[in-house]
């Protein structure tokens, strides 16, 4: 698809432009375009378009849930996971639905070209591969881009999405090589380019495993790791996954493993002074663990496949960035992998980022007027968080040029809600990962009811199309027809008490209903539609996505006190929400906050009181004089 272009001035101009072509990029894309809005991606190779770059695994906790986010939005990276997807495990079945996450191991191949795809089938969307070398302001306004070619392309708003590629810089051992990925160029100049309008940038850190030749691995020392086969999936909307389930394997270092890789960490960049910027936390290395963790004798290690049609496999738990050559030796010493062959070490990799309090919750730059950042460089790490914050500065850049108020979602809509709040409020001093404990609504945040939360938001702002809000108002309609017989329906003593009897729960005196019942912790939907056949007839009166509607259904009634208690938290935060504080207040000159509570804001520069309140160094009493100076 050729640029559009415009002959009169003989220049290439777009609504929006996205820079990048991985997942934060390749959602913004979309998004955008489905909105309307003529958009451009950019990309340095268009055979890697959402490449998978480390693990080729989407979701997990508190992730999957982000993902079936994006797919009730209108996006694709659900659909995309479930068309390619190898190995689908639901994660926390043993804890309450609040914390459930869908994971899926993926055929890193064709997840490419699965995305490839659908970019070159969506409507007012160009792909042009080149590099972007220079950013284009005026009077700190986004003009558009100079490539490395020196072709410019013009745009009304542009969304940066370079992953690790900006001065990326990957070392393996003391060895040190440019890259942005193993075998791909970083990007010079473009940081520059943007830090010289005013906009912060700092450094992180991340690295990824060996891959390894399965012919070699002795799977016969190894546990076995099998996938699930019901109907949960991560699109509300898609198709069943279609290609075969294979299996992950599980291992464990041991301390012959340790004694290897504790003889190099002089050599190892993390420990000798080559590295100076943050890793992320909760993705340690193999020799990170053994540091900080010296009295534990192994660590677990799981094999996953990278696809069905190749050898290569995943050594989860292994990133490292030691000499090639003692992480082979490493490895040898785990009994299963005492032959095995490696395609490539592990290595680390080091690149810019920008900080994220620089940005509106539209994730638009608060410095440059139409600017967006999405994904990495806003210092998250994760295929999920990229993708999901690509949604929301695709979605707001296509909004911004059609002259419409921004889409921001609360804390106690969405994930992505809470980590797009986290980095503009709190900002990272670590490559930031989603987990269930950041949210403070979690059981209104349910991977189970993300189209509930979202696709109805989606349609009316145009980027979720008809085809799947008719989809959700079907479901809506039929666990409401659900919750509804169950509410109205009626058990007496002698239909029930054998049945309660033979699963553990007390007898009913009198007539219950049968929301009561499903109530109690031993009671579901399964064992109690075999006691009441009526039950069992109303929940197969669905028309489709049976076993979907009736979970969904289960839930809300099983969890109504928790649901209904935690909404009304949230109404109560509603109310600092609805109160602006965005330019009332000169903060350097309010002597009665702390001195750190006037700095956090001063640099903050919070749009609302709740906003306010979460910003790290400002207390409740902080943001009651606020009130008080509101005459609230």
């Not at 000159?589 to 520069?605: A, I, M």
Request: with cysteine; aromatic share 8%; proline share 5%.
């Amino acid at each position: 698809m050729p640029l559009y272009f415009c002959k009169k001035t003989m220049k290439f101009k777009y609504d929006v432009l996205v820079i990048g072509g991985g997942h934060a990029g390749c959602e913004a894309a979309t998004a955008a375009a489905n909105m309307g809005a003529r958009t451009c991606l950019i990309t340095m190779d268009m055979n890697k378009i959402g490449q998978m770059s480390c693990n080729p695994a989407v979701g997990g906790i508190a992730k999957g849930q982000i993902v079936r986010e994006i797919d009730a939005l209108g996006g694709y990276m659900g659909l995309v996971t479930d068309a390619t997807a190898i190995q689908f495990r639901m994660l926390n079945r043993s804890k309450g639905p609040a914390v459930w996450s869908p994971r899926a191991q993926c055929d890193r191949g064709k997840f490419i070209w699965e995305w490839r795809t659908i970019l070159d089938h969506t409507d007012n969307l160009d792909i042009f591969q080149d590099q972007a070398d220079e950013l284009l302001v005026k009077d700190r306004k986004v003009l558009g881009i100079r490539t490395i070619w020196g072709i410019e392309i013009y745009a009304r708003t542009v969304v940066i999405t370079a992953g690790t590629f900006l001065n990326g810089l990957m070392h393996i051992g003391k060895r040190k090589v440019e890259g942005g990925r193993c075998a791909e160029p970083a990007v010079h100049h473009f940081t520059e380019s943007i830090t010289r309008h005013g906009i912060t940038s700092e450094r992180m850190k991340t690295g990824t495993p060996v891959r390894i030749d399965r012919r070699s691995v002795h799977f016969e020392d190894m546990e076995p790791q099998p996938g699930e086969t019901d109907y949960h999936q991560f699109s509300f909307f898609g198709p069943q996954r279609k290609l075969p389930q294979l299996p992950c394997w599980t291992c464990n270092t041991n301390e012959e493993v340790h004694e290897v890789l504790r003889s190099g960490l002089a050599d190892s960049p993390l420990f000798n002074g080559q590295i100076q910027s943050t890793g992320p936390r909760y993705c340690p290395s193999i020799e990170t663990k053994l540091v900080t963790f010296p009295d534990k004798n192994s660590h677990p290690l799981f094999l996953e496949p990278e696809g069905t049609d190749t050898n290569e496999m995943y050594l989860n738990g292994f990133s490292s960035s030691m000499p090639w050559e003692i992480q082979l030796e490493a490895i040898h010493k785990i009994p299963a992998l005492r032959d095995a062959k490696i395609y490539r070490p592990g290595y680390a990799i080091e690149y810019d980022y920008f900080v994220p309090t620089q940005l509106k919750h539209s994730l638009e730059s608060k410095i440059i007027e139409g600017l967006f950042f999405a994904g990495q460089v806003n210092g998250t790490t994760g295929y999920e968080e990229a993708g999901g914050q690509g949604t929301v500065a695709g979605i707001n850049a296509a909004l911004l040029c059609s002259g419409n108020e921004p889409f921001i979602m609360n804390r106690d809509e969405s994930y992505i809600g809470v980590l797009i709040d986290d980095l503009t409020t709190k900002g990272v001093d670590e490559p930031y990962r989603m987990f269930t404990s950041r949210a403070e609504y979690r059981i209104l945040l349910r991977q189970d009811d993300a189209d509930a939360r979202l696709t109805e938001r989606a349609y009316n702002i145009g980027i979720a199309k008809r085809d799947r809000y008719d989809w959700w108002i079907q479901k809506e309609k039929n666990i409401n027809r659900i919750l509804n017989f169950c509410d109205n329906t009626v058990v007496k003593p002698n239909i029930v008490n054998s049945f309660l009897d033979r699963i553990g729960s007390a007898p009913i005196k009198g007539s219950m209903k049968i929301t009561d019942l499903v109530a109690r912790p031993q009671v579901n939907f399964k064992n109690l539609s075999e006691a009441i056949p009526s039950l069992k007839e109303a929940i197969e009166a669905s028309p489709n996505r049976i076993e979907e509607i009736s979970e969904a259904a289960e839930i809300k009634m099983k969890y109504k006190g928790y649901i209904d208690r935690e909404r009304v938290f949230a109404e109560k935060m509603h109310r600092l929400e609805d109160i602006k504080i965005k330019g009332h207040f000169n903060y350097s000159e309010l002597h009665d906050l702390s001195t750190e509570c006037r700095q956090k804001l001063e640099h903050v520069q919070p749009e609302t009181l709740a906003q306010a309140s979460r910003i790290p160094g400002v207390s409740p009493s902080d943001i009651n004089v606020l009130l008080v100076l509101m005459g609230r």
